[in-house]
């Protein structure tokens, strides 16, 4: 067995309570490494094996029994020294929010502690009719009665299986009653604060009535050349503690720096992307965070770059002691894309969302066009129920995480996300998502590689999979014009290929700032044993990102879908550094599906057999 | 000579102790960052945004006119009456 990998997989069927465990298929894991890569590989066996019996994918129910959710590792994590090494990623065949393929990632310590509990991945299938959990223990695996936890928020049920399994190394991923209530923007959480948001993987844990994940062990992970990983770790390390964003921007600021830099690119997506420019977005910046409501910082097990924030809001009507965060997808969505300026506000609302378990870019997004909406006239008083919401009310933010868990008032409506909601009240034009899933906080208007990002990003509206922001706006690894089109399919392929690949080491994204794809051959190659090279780094994750397609395919996407709201294609933006423009998306488009073999969206054959894709 | 808004961001606030001010110059880059070295009382303002060098702003700055990056602007570069200067130290996010 190659280094990396505890060589177990646990399957757990809900209907059956049938528990099984399956060893790591080591010509998978050398084609699809783990994590979600080997995911994206199991899913595509139950896709066939469905399709054999059958049942059409596209029949498939997001929040059905036949639906699959997949918790997974790599096998960078959990090893000492790789950096950044405590995440996991989930996967499933469907999100409830889009209809198509849901992917998470989250960190904290969950991750690092599955491997340690002696898990490499976890397996869901099925449902159970009552609630329960399962806890992994020191290499065993039991499912246990969740009835006393069904109903608690995640801080709750955290602590008391915490309190309840004790042991070394333990820690839980869970859901809270947004999940339990099916809402299709319910986040799984781990250790507290940290979540798998995009898509409600959340309702699916609901649907099966798994309530958590508890797991505890002292496992060691094994590594196949000890001296030679320790050597490439060290030097890898000693690069990002050097590296300006790894060893001093992230850390002294967290994500939260970006405000400012984005707003002053004039792509800072303000009331619905009705423009680009916050007129006070300092007061909801970075700087602003730690000058008025950092308490300490926080990091992820095995992390250096400490990013993570604990914050306070020691006065006022949102006062709250902890929270943790927000970063600057929350401060966005629940700030700027509503028109709200009350850091307080923000901090607070997104405290509640951790402990209700919603996700806030999809929430905060669903507010923020049901503002416009209603600006508009488009809403009738009576689904209202008296609820102001407008941009710029700071208790809508804070309000609204419950009434939607709950469906309480026009909270009903807002549990639908943007897009369904949008289309209820006639204008699917203000639902600013891509494959039903509501777009982060970049506008593409002012930085075009993301245009074509979020366009192709096989999970739906998603910044991480291709972060042109990168070169485009802070010049990493080089700087390029994020006003022109040409050259942009390039980068945004070989973000999402290399991405592909950290989301299967498991390991964080940020490492990226300041390692790069020769960096992660050496380090898998000194804990797996194998020789891997920079271009094979690449091959393995191109040929995740086309399986992940040819999955997304089956379910009915295709190159119909691979497009962005009309108010990018169409709207120019109207005031900030780049007012006039919109978004060519189809001269980027071509050139990106030419560099990657597709035709409509579709994987050819040709590039199947290049990539060694068995269909 | 032409006033500009100069926009201090991140640790450039924290050392210099101002987020924003006004300075005027020659409409060149390099006298605009001297004069904000004055203003700012501190002459290591210009060393720590310019590269005397090479003549030009460093690089690892994102240094913006009107919010677009210096090193996107292909003519030549020339500050005028009212324009923003912002810059901000290297750093990151998601």
Known sequence: M?????????????????????????????????????????????????????????????????????????????????????????????????????????GGEWGAFLKFAGFDGIVIEGASDTPVYLALVDGKAEIRDAGE????????????????????????????????NLIPMATVMNDEYRAAGRGGLAAIMGSKRLKAIVVSGDQKVPVAKPEEFRSVADRCLDTMKKNPVTGEGLPTYGTAILVNVINNAGAFPYKNWQSGVMPDAD???????????????????????????????KSGPFQILTAEGPEYETIWSLGSACGISDFGAIVKAHQVCNELGLEPISLGSTIAAAMELNEKGYIPAEDLQGWALGFGNAAVIVDAPWRTTYKVGFGKYLALGSKKLCELYGHPELSMTVKGLEMPAYDPRGIKGMGLAYATANRGGCHLTGYTVAPEILGIPEKIDPLITEGKAQWVKAFQDFVSVVNSTVNCQFTTFALGAKDYAELLSAVTGWELSEDEIFKIGERIYNLER?????????GKDDTLPSRLLKEPMPEGPVKGHVVDLEKMKEEYYKLRGWVNGTPTPEKLKELEIEL | MVRAR??????????????????????????????????????????????????????DLIFSINGRNIKDIKEQIKIKEGDTVAIFPPLAGG
């Not at chain 1, 094996?49 to 059958?54: A, I, Q, T, V």
């Not at chain 1, 049920?157 to 309840?164: I, K, Y």
């Not at chain 1, 400490?306 to 809001?313: A, L, P, W, Y």
């Not at chain 1, 040819?550 to 295709?558: F, P, Q, S």
């Open chain 1, 2 to 106: 190659p280094g990396g990998y505890v060589d177990k997989i646990l399957k757990v069927n809900l209907t059956t309570k049938n528990v099984t465990t399956e060893a790591i298929k080591e010509d998978v894991a050398k084609k699809y490494l783990g994590g979600k890569g080997y995911a994206v590989y199991l899913l595509y066996q139950y896709l066939k094996e469905y399709e054999r019996r059958g049942l059409s994918p596209q029949n498939i129910d997001p929040l059905g029994k036949e639906n699959i959710l997949i918790f997974a590792t790599g096998p960078g994590t959990g090893v000492p020294r790789f950096p950044s090494s405590g995440r996991h990623h989930i996967m499933a065949l469907k999100a409830p929010l889009t209809g198509s393929i849901g992917s998470g990632n989250a």
């Open chain 1, 149 to 180: 936890l069904w109903g608690k928020n995640t801080m709750d049920t955290t602590r008391a299986l915490t309190s309840l399994v004790g042991g070394k190394n333990t820690s839980v991923v869970c859901i809270g009653p947004a999940g339990e």
């Open chain 1, 283 to 313: 007061s909801i910046s970075g700087e602003t965070l730690t000058k008025d409501y950092l308490i300490r910082k926080r990091a992820c097990w095995g992390c250096t770059i400490e990013c993570g924030r604990i914050s306070s809001v």
């Open chain 1, 550 to 558: 040819v999955i997304m395919n089956r379910l009915g996407v295709d």
């Open chain 2, 6 to 59: 100069i926009l201090l961001f991140a640790t450039l606030r924290d050392k210099y102790g101002v987020r924003e001010l006004e300075v005027k110059c020659d409409g060149t880059v390099r006298n605009l960052i001297e004069n904000t070295a004055k203003a700012v009382l501190d002459k290591g303002f210009l060393g720590h945004v310019y590269d005397v060098g090479r003549n030009k702003v460093r690089d």
